[in-house]
Structure formats: C-alpha cells, structure tokens
C-alpha cells in the first residue's frame, strides 16, 4: 500500500484540483446532476492525466516495477485511491451545500 | 543458490533485429559484463530480461521458473522520482540507512535530501546501492557508473564485486571497470551475445581499435 501511495503522491496536485473542482460545482446543481456532471469531469481528466503520463513519464515508473508493481496495478491503484478521495470529498460537499 | 538464464530472445522493430541470439546464465555471487557499442541493444536487453519491454519471444528463468518480480533494475535514467526523499525511497525498499551509511559514509548527508537536490553522480550513487541492496537475488545494471567521479567508481565496485548474495548483469561504456569487476563477459553486436575475454577479444569483435 505505501508504494501505491507514494505513486499517487506523483499525481495528488492535478487530480485533487479536479476534485476540488467536482465539489464546487455541486454547489451550483442539484444533487443528482451534480454527481453525474463530477463524474464525467472526473472520467475525463483521469484518461487526460493517463494518456499524459503514459506519453511524457512512462519510463519513470522503474522505481514502483522493482517493488514489484506492474504499470496495470499502479493505474489501478491510483485511479482506486482517487475515486475514494472524490467520493468522499463529493459527498461531504453535497451534505454541506443541500 | 538462485540461478538466473535467459536465452531464445528475440527482439525487433519492424524489419530491424535487434537482439536475436542471447544466451546468458547468471548465478548469485557473479557479475556478468555486458559491452557493446551504442545503439547495439545493451538497454534493450535488460529491458526484456526485466519484463518491462515486450519482446516477440522471451525465455527468462530463475531456476527454472518465471520469477520476474526477483530481478530489479536501474535504468540508464533517473531511478528515484524527484518527489520521494531518499531516506523514504530506502524504506520502501526495505533497505537499512545504516547499511547504506555504513557501506558510502559520505551518503549521510544525502538521505534527508530530495533526489533533486543531490548531485548528479550523487543522485547515481544511491540509486545504485538502491538495487544493490534490494531484496532481489539478481540486479540489472544499465550504465551505473555515469556521471560519478573515479573514486567513487572505484568504491561502488568494491561493494558490487562483495554483494556475494546477488547476481549482477552490469552494462557500461566504462569497459575498463567492468572488465576488472566481471568474472564473465559479453559482448552485444549484430543482436548477438559473444563471450569475450580480454581487450584483444574487444578488438576482434570490433567495440574497441
């Protein structure tokens, strides 16, 4: 679990903006919408941030293979710890602003 | 005592053969050199050996079997993300500080540090002793020696030729400090591995004049 951590902390400042992003937005649409529109605002950026990565720093990623991660389970890892956080933060803020 | 094989790779790009007949068998406690000129498929190589470069057939083995997660690899580039401090990148490799310290003293220093802020050769250093002291039986190095001063060379082949309880399969332009490390030696041309002994060996297979 540390190693994925340590490999999404290569990702935190991009994908939490976006979340931070979803959560405002809930604020301006009813709640049903607004969690249909942040997961689409979501799916998006996290294919953007992946095709990104997978042209300009794929060849980084030698430090997690030797841990014995492969670049499948270091996506789906990642992609897991952020979905959590956007939930969690998503639904936090739907409470609040309702 | 793990022994590492690979042999039957064959790699190419479109009509290109890059790597077509290598056969290499490392034990643990041996350093085995790879030369070659650029271009020849040195990287490539240990790429495939590693698992991270799909070849179009590939046989590596650990006696015997499939083992890849206990090999471990440096990279001709940066190892470490600039993001995880060094002494942070020794605990995810489960790798005693002290053991560091105690094997590059001058590495004290360094371990509270960013990767950035290191030096280049310093930066090589660490990542170096950072494979070396995995917890994998066998180490691909990809041109470990680069950018860092001669006698500091000198000290990471001291501590390469005693990690008795790993194989090494070590590649380098350094010919010299490979040769004088390696209990055998390949040289990479035309796709192809030839064992080779001394520099008139070199010579006849065309990597020096």
Not at chain 1, 18 to 47: D, E, H, T
Not at chain 1, 60 to 71: I, R
Not at chain 2, 103 to 114: A, N, R
Not at chain 2, 188 to 196: A, I
């Given at each position: 679990?540390?190693?994925?951590?340590?490999?999404?902390?290569?990702?935190?400042?991009?994908?939490?903006?976006?979340?931070?992003?979803?959560?405002?937005?809930?604020?301006?649409?009813?709640?049903?919408?607004?969690?249909?529109?942040?997961?689409?605002?979501?799916?998006?950026?996290?294919?953007?941030?992946?095709v990104y990565v997978e042209v300009f720093q794929s060849n980084?990623?030698?430090?997690?293979?030797?841990?014995?991660?492969?670049?499948k389970s270091l996506y789906a890892g990642t992609i897991l710890i952020d979905l959590i956080i956007w939930s969690v933060c998503l639904s936090l803020s739907l409470i609040v602003f309702s | 005592m793990p022994v590492l094989e690979l042999d039957s790779i064959l790699l190419n790009y479109d009509s290109r053969v890059i790597l077509s007949n290598v056969a290499i068998r490392c034990n643990t406690g041996e350093v085995i050199g790879i030369l070659g000129r650029n271009g020849s498929g040195k990287s490539s190589l240990l790429q495939v050996v590693f698992g991270s470069k799909k070849a179009q057939y590939r046989s590596v083995r650990i006696n015997g079997d499939v083992k890849e997660d206990q090999i471990t690899y440096l990279p001709q580039d940066n190892l470490i993300p600039n993001y995880i401090r060094i002494s942070r990148a020794l605990s995810l490799?489960?790798?005693?500080?002290?053991?560091?310290?105690?094997?590059?003293?001058?590495?004290?220093?360094?371990?509270?540090?960013?990767?950035?802020?290191l030096s280049g050769g310093s930066r090589r250093i660490i990542e170096v002793l950072l494979v070396l002291k995995s917890r994998a039986p066998f180490c691909l190095l990809d041109e470990p020696f680069t950018g860092i001063a001669p006698i500091y060379i000198d000290k990471l082949k001291l501590i390469i030729k005693n990690t008795h309880t790993k194989g090494v399969i070590i590649t380098d332009h350094l010919y010299r400090d490979v040769m004088s490390i390696a209990d055998r030696l390949y040289v990479?041309?035309?796709?192809?591995?030839?064992?080779?002994?001394?520099?008139?060996d070199l010579k006849h297979r065309g990597y020096i004049f």
């Open positions: 679990m540390r190693p994925l951590l340590a490999f999404y902390q290569n990702f935190l400042w991009p994908l939490n903006l976006i979340n931070a992003a979803c959560c405002v937005a809930s604020k301006y649409a009813p709640p049903l919408a607004a969690i249909l529109y942040a997961f689409w605002i979501k799916a998006i950026s996290i294919i953007l941030i992946g980084k990623f030698y430090f997690f293979y030797n841990l014995g991660y492969s670049k | 490799y489960k790798i005693d500080q002290d053991d560091i310290v105690s094997e590059f003293p001058e590495s004290k220093d360094w371990l509270t540090l960013y990767p950035q802020q990479l041309t035309n796709g192809q591995t030839y064992p080779v002994k001394n520099e008139h």
